[in-house]
Protein backbone atom coordinates (compact mmCIF):
# COMPACT_ATOMS: atom_id res chain seq x y z
CA UNK A 1 0.00 0.00 0.00
CA UNK A 2 1.33 3.33 -1.12
CA UNK A 3 2.00 5.86 1.75
CA UNK A 4 1.31 9.18 1.94
CA UNK A 5 5.09 10.47 1.50
CA UNK A 6 5.35 8.17 -1.66
CA UNK A 7 2.25 9.77 -3.41
CA UNK A 8 4.08 13.30 -2.35
CA UNK A 9 7.50 12.56 -3.69
CA UNK A 10 6.27 10.96 -6.89
CA UNK A 11 3.50 13.43 -8.05
CA UNK A 12 5.64 16.49 -6.55
CA UNK A 13 8.51 15.45 -8.55
CA UNK A 14 6.69 14.78 -11.64
CA UNK A 15 5.36 19.16 -12.22
CA UNK A 16 6.24 21.65 -15.25
CA UNK A 17 5.92 22.27 -28.20
CA UNK A 18 6.17 20.33 -30.81
CA UNK A 19 8.41 21.01 -33.78
CA UNK A 20 11.23 17.90 -34.70
CA UNK A 21 14.67 18.57 -33.64
CA UNK A 22 17.55 17.95 -35.74
CA UNK A 23 21.20 17.96 -34.96
CA UNK A 24 23.24 18.61 -32.21
CA UNK A 25 27.37 19.21 -32.94
CA UNK A 26 28.43 18.45 -29.44
CA UNK A 27 31.52 19.94 -28.13
CA UNK A 28 32.14 20.92 -24.63
CA UNK A 29 31.13 22.53 -21.55
CA UNK A 30 33.43 24.25 -18.66
CA UNK A 31 34.24 21.09 -17.18
CA UNK A 32 35.24 18.31 -19.84
CA UNK A 33 35.57 17.28 -23.15
CA UNK A 34 32.74 15.07 -24.59
CA UNK A 35 32.31 13.50 -28.22
CA UNK A 36 32.38 15.48 -30.92
CA UNK A 37 29.31 14.51 -33.40
CA UNK A 38 26.52 15.73 -35.07
CA UNK A 39 22.81 13.91 -34.94
CA UNK A 40 20.91 13.90 -38.17
CA UNK A 41 16.52 14.32 -37.26
CA UNK A 42 14.18 13.95 -39.82
CA UNK A 43 11.28 14.59 -37.68
CA UNK A 44 8.81 13.10 -34.90
CA UNK A 45 11.99 12.16 -32.99
CA UNK A 46 13.99 9.92 -35.11
CA UNK A 47 17.43 10.92 -35.82
CA UNK A 48 20.89 9.32 -35.76
CA UNK A 49 24.50 10.07 -34.22
CA UNK A 50 27.48 10.68 -36.49
CA UNK A 51 31.16 10.68 -34.64
CA UNK A 52 32.26 13.73 -36.73
CA UNK A 53 34.83 16.60 -35.88
CA UNK A 54 33.37 19.82 -35.42
CA UNK A 55 35.49 21.85 -32.76
CA UNK A 56 37.13 25.31 -34.86
CA UNK A 57 35.16 23.58 -38.22
CA UNK A 58 32.49 25.59 -40.41
CA UNK A 59 28.35 24.30 -39.82
CA UNK A 60 28.47 23.32 -43.71
CA UNK A 61 31.45 20.85 -43.15
CA UNK A 62 30.48 19.27 -40.09
CA UNK A 63 27.20 18.35 -41.87
CA UNK A 64 28.50 17.24 -45.12
CA UNK A 65 31.03 15.10 -43.13
CA UNK A 66 27.97 13.25 -40.69
CA UNK A 67 25.96 12.83 -43.82
CA UNK A 68 28.82 11.14 -45.56
CA UNK A 69 29.63 8.92 -42.60
CA UNK A 70 26.09 7.73 -42.30
CA UNK A 71 25.61 7.80 -46.46
CA UNK A 72 23.24 9.97 -46.75
CA UNK A 73 22.94 12.33 -49.28
CA UNK A 74 22.75 15.91 -48.28
CA UNK A 75 21.67 19.21 -51.27
CA UNK A 76 22.89 22.69 -50.81
CA UNK A 77 21.06 25.34 -52.55
CA UNK A 78 22.53 28.55 -51.93
CA UNK A 79 24.37 27.92 -48.66
CA UNK A 80 21.09 26.13 -47.11
CA UNK A 81 20.42 22.66 -46.53
CA UNK A 82 17.22 21.54 -48.55
CA UNK A 83 17.17 18.10 -48.09
CA UNK A 84 19.07 14.96 -46.34
CA UNK A 85 18.88 11.62 -47.69
CA UNK A 86 16.25 12.92 -49.80
CA UNK A 87 14.02 14.54 -46.74
CA UNK A 88 12.55 17.94 -47.66
CA UNK A 89 9.16 19.64 -47.45
CA UNK A 90 7.45 22.66 -48.46
CA UNK A 91 6.19 23.56 -45.07
CA UNK A 92 9.62 22.68 -43.18
CA UNK A 93 12.64 23.58 -43.78
CA UNK A 94 16.34 22.34 -42.40
CA UNK A 95 17.54 24.78 -40.22
CA UNK A 96 21.12 25.45 -38.47
CA UNK A 97 20.56 27.06 -34.55
CA UNK A 98 23.21 27.41 -32.25
CA UNK A 99 22.72 27.58 -28.98
CA UNK A 100 24.23 29.04 -25.68
CA UNK A 101 23.78 29.39 -21.54
CA UNK A 102 23.21 33.40 -22.48
CA UNK A 103 21.09 34.04 -25.69
CA UNK A 104 19.21 29.99 -26.05
CA UNK A 105 18.55 29.29 -29.47
CA UNK A 106 19.57 31.27 -32.43
CA UNK A 107 19.42 30.36 -36.30
CA UNK A 108 21.76 30.51 -38.83
CA UNK A 109 21.48 31.62 -41.95
CA UNK A 110 23.76 30.01 -43.75
CA UNK A 111 25.96 27.06 -41.66
CA UNK A 112 28.86 27.77 -43.91
CA UNK A 113 28.78 31.57 -41.61
CA UNK A 114 29.16 30.11 -38.63
CA UNK A 115 32.67 28.55 -37.25
CA UNK A 116 31.70 26.24 -34.36
CA UNK A 117 33.76 27.29 -30.97
CA UNK A 118 34.02 24.83 -27.58
CA UNK A 119 30.79 27.11 -26.25
CA UNK A 120 28.28 26.79 -28.83
CA UNK A 121 26.23 23.55 -29.43
CA UNK A 122 24.22 23.76 -32.81
CA UNK A 123 21.45 21.72 -34.36
CA UNK A 124 20.72 21.30 -38.12
CA UNK A 125 16.71 20.91 -37.77
CA UNK A 126 13.63 19.78 -39.80
CA UNK A 127 11.33 22.01 -38.45
CA UNK A 128 8.60 24.20 -39.09
CA UNK A 129 7.74 27.65 -39.44
CA UNK A 130 11.34 28.30 -38.37
CA UNK A 131 10.25 27.49 -34.85
CA UNK A 132 13.14 26.97 -32.60
CA UNK A 133 14.05 23.69 -31.53
CA UNK A 134 12.36 21.88 -28.91
CA UNK A 135 14.70 18.85 -27.89
CA UNK A 136 17.38 20.03 -24.90
CA UNK A 137 20.91 20.21 -26.22
CA UNK A 138 21.79 20.50 -22.61
CA UNK A 139 19.69 18.36 -19.01
CA UNK A 140 17.88 20.63 -16.78
CA UNK A 141 20.53 21.75 -15.29
CA UNK A 142 22.61 23.18 -18.22
CA UNK A 143 25.03 20.02 -18.62
CA UNK A 144 26.04 18.27 -22.05
CA UNK A 145 24.02 14.97 -22.25
CA UNK A 146 25.74 13.39 -25.22
CA UNK A 147 28.88 11.51 -23.41
CA UNK A 148 27.42 8.25 -23.66
CA UNK A 149 26.95 5.83 -20.54
CA UNK A 150 24.92 3.08 -21.05
CA UNK A 151 26.21 0.52 -17.75
CA UNK A 152 26.47 1.04 -14.34
CA UNK A 153 23.40 3.32 -14.13
CA UNK A 154 21.72 4.50 -11.40
CA UNK A 155 18.45 6.04 -11.19
CA UNK A 156 16.92 8.21 -8.99
CA UNK A 157 12.78 8.30 -9.25
CA UNK A 158 10.70 5.42 -10.14
CA UNK A 159 9.63 7.47 -13.51
CA UNK A 160 13.26 7.67 -14.44
CA UNK A 161 13.58 3.74 -14.23
CA UNK A 162 10.68 3.13 -16.21
CA UNK A 163 12.38 5.43 -19.27
CA UNK A 164 15.59 3.58 -19.28
CA UNK A 165 14.03 0.27 -19.15
CA UNK A 166 12.20 1.34 -21.86
CA UNK A 167 14.76 2.59 -23.56
CA UNK A 168 16.82 -0.32 -23.24
CA UNK A 169 18.76 0.38 -20.62
CA UNK A 170 17.48 -2.33 -17.73
CA UNK A 171 20.54 -4.30 -18.06
CA UNK A 172 22.83 -1.31 -16.88
CA UNK A 173 21.11 -0.19 -14.16
CA UNK A 174 22.83 -1.12 -10.94
CA UNK A 175 20.66 1.09 -8.05
CA UNK A 176 17.45 2.45 -8.45
CA UNK A 177 15.21 4.02 -5.60
CA UNK A 178 13.05 1.42 -3.60
CA UNK A 179 9.91 2.02 -5.19
CA UNK A 180 10.56 1.36 -8.57
CA UNK A 181 9.01 -1.36 -9.95
CA UNK A 182 9.51 -1.53 -13.38
CA UNK A 183 8.03 -5.33 -14.57
CA UNK A 184 10.82 -7.44 -14.80
CA UNK A 185 13.69 -5.59 -12.93
CA UNK A 186 16.52 -7.82 -11.89
CA UNK A 187 17.07 -8.45 -8.36
CA UNK A 188 20.32 -7.35 -8.45
CA UNK A 189 19.70 -4.22 -8.56
CA UNK A 190 20.09 -2.74 -5.22
CA UNK A 191 17.08 -0.40 -3.72
CA UNK A 192 18.84 1.33 -0.82
CA UNK A 193 16.91 3.98 -0.50
CA UNK A 194 13.70 5.79 -0.27
CA UNK A 195 12.46 7.98 -3.23
CA UNK A 196 11.40 10.90 -0.56
CA UNK A 197 14.56 10.25 1.38
CA UNK A 198 17.23 13.13 2.07
CA UNK A 199 19.79 10.88 -0.19
CA UNK A 200 23.37 11.15 1.16
CA UNK A 201 25.46 11.68 -2.07
CA UNK A 202 28.12 8.89 -0.76
CA UNK A 203 25.39 6.16 -0.66
CA UNK A 204 25.22 6.84 -4.41
CA UNK A 205 29.07 7.54 -5.02
CA UNK A 206 29.16 3.56 -3.15
CA UNK A 207 27.74 1.87 -5.68
CA UNK A 208 30.38 3.24 -7.82
CA UNK A 209 28.10 4.91 -10.61
CA UNK A 210 29.06 5.64 -14.50
CA UNK A 211 25.61 7.56 -14.82
CA UNK A 212 23.38 9.16 -12.62
CA UNK A 213 20.23 10.42 -13.73
CA UNK A 214 17.30 12.23 -11.42
CA UNK A 215 14.73 14.86 -11.42
CA UNK A 216 16.01 18.27 -11.38
CA UNK A 217 12.77 19.45 -8.51
CA UNK A 218 14.18 16.41 -6.65
CA UNK A 219 17.39 16.35 -7.24
CA UNK A 220 19.33 19.14 -8.59
CA UNK A 221 21.44 19.43 -5.32
CA UNK A 222 22.08 15.80 -5.13
CA UNK A 223 22.82 15.57 -8.53
CA UNK A 224 25.45 18.71 -8.51
CA UNK A 225 27.08 17.00 -5.49
CA UNK A 226 27.58 14.01 -7.67
CA UNK A 227 28.80 15.10 -10.99
CA UNK A 228 31.50 17.44 -8.54
CA UNK A 229 32.71 14.22 -7.28
CA UNK A 230 33.72 13.20 -11.08
CA UNK A 231 30.36 11.18 -11.95
CA UNK A 232 28.61 11.88 -14.64
CA UNK A 233 24.73 13.11 -14.00
CA UNK A 234 21.85 14.07 -15.76
CA UNK A 235 18.63 15.61 -14.64
CA UNK A 236 15.33 15.59 -16.00
CA UNK A 237 13.31 17.96 -17.18
CA UNK A 238 10.03 18.65 -15.00
CA UNK A 239 7.23 16.87 -17.13
CA UNK A 240 4.64 19.45 -16.85
CA UNK A 241 2.99 18.11 -20.14
CA UNK A 242 2.95 14.75 -22.47
CA UNK A 243 5.53 16.66 -24.82
CA UNK A 244 7.95 16.81 -21.56
CA UNK A 245 7.88 13.17 -21.17
CA UNK A 246 9.08 12.44 -24.47
CA UNK A 247 11.59 15.17 -24.38
CA UNK A 248 12.96 13.52 -21.24
CA UNK A 249 12.25 9.74 -22.87
CA UNK A 250 14.84 11.23 -26.35
CA UNK A 251 17.14 12.68 -23.99
CA UNK A 252 17.61 9.61 -22.08
CA UNK A 253 18.44 7.89 -25.00
CA UNK A 254 20.59 10.29 -26.19
CA UNK A 255 22.23 9.77 -22.75
CA UNK A 256 22.81 6.38 -23.03
CA UNK A 257 23.60 5.51 -26.85
CA UNK A 258 20.27 4.18 -27.04
CA UNK A 259 18.76 6.82 -29.53
CA UNK A 260 16.68 4.62 -31.70
CA UNK A 261 15.03 2.96 -28.87
CA UNK A 262 14.31 5.98 -27.26
CA UNK A 263 12.73 7.05 -30.73
CA UNK A 264 11.07 4.17 -31.39
CA UNK A 265 9.31 4.07 -27.61
CA UNK A 266 8.11 8.07 -28.70
CA UNK A 267 6.80 6.96 -31.44
CA UNK A 268 4.84 3.86 -29.61
CA UNK A 269 3.58 6.57 -27.02
CA UNK A 270 2.13 8.43 -30.20
CA UNK A 271 0.44 5.83 -31.57
CA UNK A 272 -1.31 4.60 -28.47
CA UNK A 273 -1.98 8.02 -28.06
CA UNK A 274 -3.51 8.17 -31.65
CA UNK A 275 -5.26 4.83 -31.40
CA UNK A 276 -7.01 6.22 -28.16
CA UNK A 277 -8.46 9.37 -29.23
CA UNK A 278 -10.22 7.36 -32.19
CA UNK A 279 -12.26 5.68 -29.59
CA UNK A 280 -15.22 7.05 -28.20
CA UNK A 281 -15.24 7.69 -24.60
CA UNK A 282 -18.51 8.57 -22.60
CA UNK A 283 -16.02 11.44 -20.38
CA UNK A 284 -15.03 13.57 -23.45
CA UNK A 285 -16.04 16.89 -23.07
CA UNK A 286 -17.04 16.57 -19.28
CA UNK A 287 -15.51 18.43 -16.77
CA UNK A 288 -13.16 17.12 -14.05
CA UNK A 289 -11.93 17.00 -10.30
CA UNK A 290 -8.72 14.88 -10.88
CA UNK A 291 -8.32 13.99 -7.22
CA UNK A 292 -5.28 11.32 -5.97
CA UNK A 293 -4.15 9.73 -2.47
CA UNK A 294 -5.02 7.29 -0.30
CA UNK A 295 -8.39 5.60 1.11
CA UNK A 296 -9.50 5.78 4.71
CA UNK A 297 -8.44 2.48 5.23
CA UNK A 298 -4.63 3.21 4.60
CA UNK A 299 -4.81 5.28 8.41
CA UNK A 300 -4.22 8.75 6.11
CA UNK A 301 -7.55 9.62 4.61
CA UNK A 302 -6.47 12.45 2.78
CA UNK A 303 -6.09 13.58 -1.02
CA UNK A 304 -4.86 16.36 -3.47
CA UNK A 305 -6.24 17.75 -6.99
CA UNK A 306 -4.71 18.44 -9.54
CA UNK A 307 -4.78 21.72 -11.29
CA UNK A 308 -3.56 23.36 -13.99
CA UNK A 309 0.12 22.64 -15.91
CA UNK A 310 0.53 19.12 -14.76
CA UNK A 311 1.55 15.99 -17.15
CA UNK A 312 -1.85 14.29 -15.57
CA UNK A 313 -4.11 16.91 -17.06
CA UNK A 314 -2.13 17.27 -20.00
CA UNK A 315 -2.44 13.45 -20.41
CA UNK A 316 -6.49 13.50 -19.66
CA UNK A 317 -6.93 16.56 -21.79
CA UNK A 318 -5.68 14.55 -24.80
CA UNK A 319 -9.20 11.84 -24.64
CA UNK A 320 -11.12 15.41 -24.32
CA UNK A 321 -11.34 15.53 -20.39
CA UNK A 322 -11.86 19.18 -19.09
CA UNK A 323 -10.35 19.80 -15.63
CA UNK A 324 -12.21 22.07 -14.11
CA UNK A 325 -9.46 23.15 -12.35
CA UNK A 326 -7.89 25.72 -14.76
CA UNK A 327 -6.39 28.57 -14.66
CA UNK A 328 -3.90 30.79 -13.59
CA UNK A 329 -5.35 31.11 -10.20
CA UNK A 330 -4.83 27.35 -9.50
CA UNK A 331 -1.47 25.77 -8.52
CA UNK A 332 -0.50 22.23 -10.04
CA UNK A 333 -0.87 20.71 -6.91
CA UNK A 334 -3.82 21.96 -4.53
CA UNK A 335 -3.79 20.05 -0.96
CA UNK A 336 -6.91 22.03 0.90
CA UNK A 337 -9.35 20.40 -1.07
CA UNK A 338 -11.60 22.82 0.62
CA UNK A 339 -10.73 25.53 -1.80
CA UNK A 340 -11.92 23.40 -4.77
CA UNK A 341 -15.57 23.34 -3.86
CA UNK A 342 -15.60 26.52 -4.82
CA UNK A 343 -14.95 25.98 -8.51
CA UNK A 344 -18.63 24.30 -8.70
CA UNK A 345 -19.32 20.87 -9.31
CA UNK A 346 -17.65 18.82 -11.58
CA UNK A 347 -19.61 16.30 -14.42
CA UNK A 348 -16.98 13.53 -13.00
CA UNK A 349 -14.44 12.94 -10.29
CA UNK A 350 -11.36 10.78 -11.12
CA UNK A 351 -9.96 9.47 -8.34
CA UNK A 352 -6.28 8.15 -8.44
CA UNK A 353 -4.55 5.69 -6.21
CA UNK A 354 -1.68 3.28 -6.54
CA UNK A 355 -3.55 1.03 -3.28
CA UNK A 356 -6.68 -0.58 -3.68
CA UNK A 357 -9.20 1.35 -3.27
CA UNK A 358 -12.87 0.20 -2.43
CA UNK A 359 -15.70 2.22 -4.15
CA UNK A 360 -17.17 3.07 -0.95
CA UNK A 361 -14.23 4.91 0.59
CA UNK A 362 -13.31 7.54 -2.55
CA UNK A 363 -17.04 9.08 -1.28
CA UNK A 364 -16.20 8.39 2.47
CA UNK A 365 -12.73 10.48 1.68
CA UNK A 366 -14.63 13.09 -0.79
CA UNK A 367 -16.58 13.95 2.31
CA UNK A 368 -13.86 13.68 4.66
CA UNK A 369 -11.71 16.12 3.18
CA UNK A 370 -13.24 19.49 2.45
CA UNK A 371 -15.41 18.63 -0.87
CA UNK A 372 -19.00 18.63 1.57
CA UNK A 373 -19.70 21.82 -0.09
CA UNK A 374 -19.50 20.59 -3.55
CA UNK A 375 -23.35 21.81 -4.72
CA UNK A 376 -26.22 19.37 -5.64
CA UNK A 377 -24.69 16.49 -3.77
CA UNK A 378 -27.18 16.35 -0.74
CA UNK A 379 -26.77 15.54 2.51
CA UNK A 380 -23.63 12.75 3.37
CA UNK A 381 -25.29 9.60 3.39
CA UNK A 382 -27.83 9.88 1.61
CA UNK A 383 -29.47 7.75 -1.48
CA UNK A 384 -28.99 10.99 -4.00
CA UNK A 385 -25.41 12.30 -3.23
CA UNK A 386 -23.81 11.23 -5.98
CA UNK A 387 -26.84 10.98 -9.03
CA UNK A 388 -25.17 13.91 -10.58
CA UNK A 389 -21.60 13.37 -10.34
CA UNK A 390 -20.14 9.95 -11.79
CA UNK A 391 -16.57 8.75 -10.61
CA UNK A 392 -14.07 7.05 -12.18
CA UNK A 393 -11.70 4.82 -10.19
CA UNK A 394 -8.08 4.71 -11.22
CA UNK A 395 -6.44 2.07 -8.43
CA UNK A 396 -3.57 -0.18 -7.64
CA UNK A 397 -1.27 -0.27 -10.41
CA UNK A 398 -2.83 1.70 -13.01
CA UNK A 399 -3.00 4.56 -10.05
CA UNK A 400 0.70 4.46 -9.28
CA UNK A 401 1.84 4.28 -13.32
CA UNK A 402 -0.91 7.09 -13.96
CA UNK A 403 1.22 9.40 -11.45
CA UNK A 404 4.58 8.71 -12.90
CA UNK A 405 6.01 10.98 -15.88
CA UNK A 406 7.11 8.04 -17.91
CA UNK A 407 6.21 5.62 -20.89
CA UNK A 408 3.73 4.00 -19.85
CA UNK A 409 1.23 6.72 -18.53
CA UNK A 410 0.28 5.69 -21.95
CA UNK A 411 -1.03 2.25 -21.35
CA UNK A 412 -2.95 3.67 -18.58
CA UNK A 413 -4.67 6.18 -20.40
CA UNK A 414 -5.63 3.25 -23.17
CA UNK A 415 -7.03 1.11 -20.56
CA UNK A 416 -8.97 4.10 -18.86
CA UNK A 417 -10.87 4.53 -22.19
CA UNK A 418 -11.05 1.41 -23.49
CA UNK A 419 -12.45 -0.57 -19.70
CA UNK A 420 -12.96 1.65 -17.06
CA UNK A 421 -16.17 2.54 -16.43
CA UNK A 422 -18.28 4.77 -14.47
CA UNK A 423 -18.40 3.51 -10.13
Known amino acids: MISKNKIVAIVLAASIVSVSVAAYFILKDDKAVFDEGLIIDFGDYTGEWASVSAFGMDGESVIRDACEE ?6 FAD ?3 VSVNGISSV ?7 TWTSESGWNKTDKPSSTILSDKVYASLALTS ?9 VDAQGNNIFSVTDSRIVSLSPSVTDTLCMTGNMGGLIGTDSFSNYPGLPESVKK ?6 NISPSTIVELDPKLVIGNVDDHGPLLNNIRESGIRSVSMYTAGTIEIIYQNTWMIGAVTGNIDEANNTILKMKATLEEIQAKSFAASGKTAVILFGDPPSSGYGWQWAVGCDTFIFDALSKVGIVNLLDGPEWKPW ?6 VSAAGTPDIVIFISSSVVAPGE ?3 AIWDNGLEEWPYLGAKGSSDVWKDVKIYLLDGEMGEVFMLPGPRIFDVLKEMVENVTPI
Not at 91 to 97: E, F, G, I, K, Y
Open 362 to 364: IKD
Open 129 to 137: AGKEPVLPC
Open 70 to 75: KGYEVI
Open 79 to 81: GKV
Open 192 to 197: SWSYYD
Open 334 to 339: IDDLSE
Open 91 to 97: DRTWDLW
